[in-house]
């Protein structure tokens, strides 16, 4: 962590032969290892559009009250999948057994929440819809 910023290595390895580096999510100022952690989550989720194949601001639209999310930057690491046709295939959604390492601790997406990988039984957190602010939310 340098200048306030978290970054967030997305490894997804639940359903590949290898571990494939597949973005960096740079934080600002995120309140705990968890809200980063869950922030790269989120931000790799196709929702809508591919998440790999999209420009952040998309989502930035859609939770402008969010600071932690304004002030993230996205970085897509691994290749599109192209099909044989020329068709370009975003990535897939980051999913439960899929890696995620801040500062080379490894943290395994559990069901709820993530798992340090070094001790599977250390929790941290669960994962929380994203609110929608409306005006009527207090």
């Known amino acids: ?39 790269a989550f989120y931000l790799t989720q196709n929702i809508d559009e591919s998440w790999s194949m999209t420009d952040l601001s998309f989502r930035q639209k859609l939770y402008p009250f969010d600071s932690e999310l304004q002030n993230a ?17 975003g990535l897939r959604s980051t999913s439960v057994g899929d890696q995620m390492m801040i500062d080379g601790k490894s943290y395994t997406v559990a069901g709820v929440g993530f798992v340090e990988a070094h001790d599977g039984r250390r929790r941290l957190g669960s994962l929380t819809p994203r609110r929608r602010y409306s005006s009527s939310h207090k």
């Open 73 to 89: 930057e996205l970085i897509v690491e691994a290749p599109l999948h192209v099909q044989a046709s020329g068709k370009v295939l």
């Open 1 to 39: 962590m340098t200048n306030n910023t978290t970054s967030v290595q997305v490894i997804h390895s639940a359903y590949e032969d290898q571990p494939v580096l597949v973005a960096t999510i740079n934080c600002q100022s995120p309140k705990t290892i968890f809200h980063a952690l869950e922030q």
